[in-house]
């Protein structure tokens, strides 16, 4: 599903280059569950949104579906995440005036192309989603009325709802306490479970300890990849 081969990326901070990532090879499989870790500055956020097609790389190579993107426009890259890739975040990014039914059918609404719902469909897609996450009996409440746990589950819903074949969470529990985190794993486990690909950005190793298999970065550089013990 995915193959990156040299990806580079550098930035120029006030003239001066900083590698990000450094020369990386990596292969996804489809249905795999895979924690990326690191330190802050290990890259492992930068190459997170290489692999949502969020950014581009400064060098090599990378291959989504067979097809490929490092050279893309943005609309094309656009047109990738509406089409295939969910991101999950660790804040929610709700919109606090919306409910949480609204939320998740934005994407719909927004979305172009083949991926693009008729507004017939965007309203029991929405819904469906929120059942699936366990909140279809909170679909017309608003953000203030649910709890952190909640409001992440709102945002793996608004996730899902256009049937991504990859789900990328950036520290999902991040802003969790210790119980709701371990929720909402199990949600991910279960998404997991059901075929999606999960890639999971964490620094903690009690949430890589979910995944089947661990890429540990280190400057730029993977400096391991291993199958989880479970």
Same mark, same amino acid.
């Given at each position: 599903?995915?193959?990156?081969?040299?990806?580079?990326?550098?930035?120029?901070?006030?003239?001066?280059?900083? &590698?990000?990532?450094?020369?990386?090879?990596?292969?996804?499989?489809?249905?795999?569950?895979?924690?990326?870790?690191?330190?802050?500055?290990?890259?492992?956020?930068?190459?997170? &949104?290489?692999?949502?097609?969020?950014?581009?790389?400064?060098?090599?190579?990378?291959?989504?579906?067979?097809?490929?993107?490092?050279?893309?426009?943005?609309?094309?890259?656009?047109?990738?995440?509406?089409?295939?890739?969910?991101?999950?975040?660790?804040?929610?990014?709700?919109?606090?005036?919306?409910?949480?039914?609204?939320?998740?059918?934005?994407?719909?609404?927004?979305?172009?192309?083949?991926?693009?719902?008729?507004?017939?469909?965007?309203?029991?897609?929405?819904?469906?989603?929120?059942?699936l996450v366990g909140l279809g009996d909170r679909m017309n &409440?608003?953000?203030?009325?649910?709890?952190?746990?909640?409001?992440?589950?709102?945002?793996?819903?608004?996730?899902?709802?256009?049937?991504?074949?990859?789900?990328?969470?950036?520290?999902?529990?991040?802003?969790?306490?210790?119980?709701?985190?371990?929720?909402?794993?199990t949600l991910l486990e279960e998404l997991f479970t059901q075929?999606?690909?999960?890639?999971?950005?964490? &620094?903690?190793?009690?949430?890589?300890?979910?995944?089947?298999?661990?890429?540990?970065?280190?400057?730029?550089?993977?400096?391991?990849?291993?199958?989880?013990?479970?």
């Amino acid at each position: 599903m995915i193959e990156l081969k040299e990806v580079s990326r550098v930035y120029d901070l006030d003239a001066t280059p900083v &590698h990000a990532l450094r020369g990386i090879d990596l292969k996804v499989m489809s249905g795999e569950y895979i924690a990326i870790m690191g330190t802050s500055g290990s890259g492992k956020s930068t190459l997170m &949104h290489i692999l949502g097609c969020l950014d581009r790389p400064s060098s090599g190579k990378y291959s989504l579906n067979g097809e490929q993107v490092q050279n893309y426009s943005q609309d094309e890259l656009a047109a990738i995440r509406n089409k295939t890739i969910g991101f999950v975040f660790q804040q929610f990014n709700l919109l606090p005036r919306m409910t949480a039914l609204d939320n998740v059918m934005l994407p719909l609404i927004y979305a172009r192309g083949s991926v693009r719902a008729s507004k017939e469909e965007q309203l029991p897609r929405a819904q469906n989603a929120l059942r699936l996450v366990g909140l279809g009996d909170r679909m017309n &409440h608003r953000p203030n009325q649910l709890s952190g746990g909640q409001q992440q589950r709102v945002s793996i819903a608004r996730a899902l709802v256009n049937n991504p074949k990859i789900l990328l969470a950036d520290e999902p529990t991040g802003a969790l306490d210790s119980q709701t985190s371990k929720e909402i794993m199990t949600l991910l486990e279960e998404l997991f479970t059901q075929g999606i690909t999960v890639i999971l950005v964490t &620094h903690d190793n009690d949430i890589a300890s979910y995944a089947r298999r661990v890429v540990r970065l280190k400057d730029g550089v993977i400096i391991s990849d291993s199958l989880n013990n479970r």
